[in-house]
């Protein structure tokens, strides 16, 4: 019982990804829209931001895969 409840909290994990990249692609959106000059660096940024977002998500369901299969 208690190896399900550790890998639903670490999974968890994937709620805080998606709500920052949400944050981070309606920042970048009105970036662009401020300045259409910058469109490529601003964009660049976010896939950069995004990707290390997701991969804390991808560390958080491994773990709990671990803790499942381990545990």
Known sequence: ????IGAGIAVL???GAGVG????????TEAI???PEAAGQIRSS???G????EA????GFVIG????FMG
């Open 56 to 59: 804390t998500a991808i560390y």
């Open 33 to 35: 829209a401020r300045q």
């Open 46 to 48: 976010l896939l950069l």
């Open 13 to 15: 994990t994937g709620i």
């Open 21 to 28: 990249i949400g944050i981070a692609t309606g920042k970048a």
């Open 65 to 68: 895969l671990v803790v499942i």
């Open 1 to 4: 019982m208690s190896v399900a």
């Open 50 to 53: 995004c990707a290390l977002a």
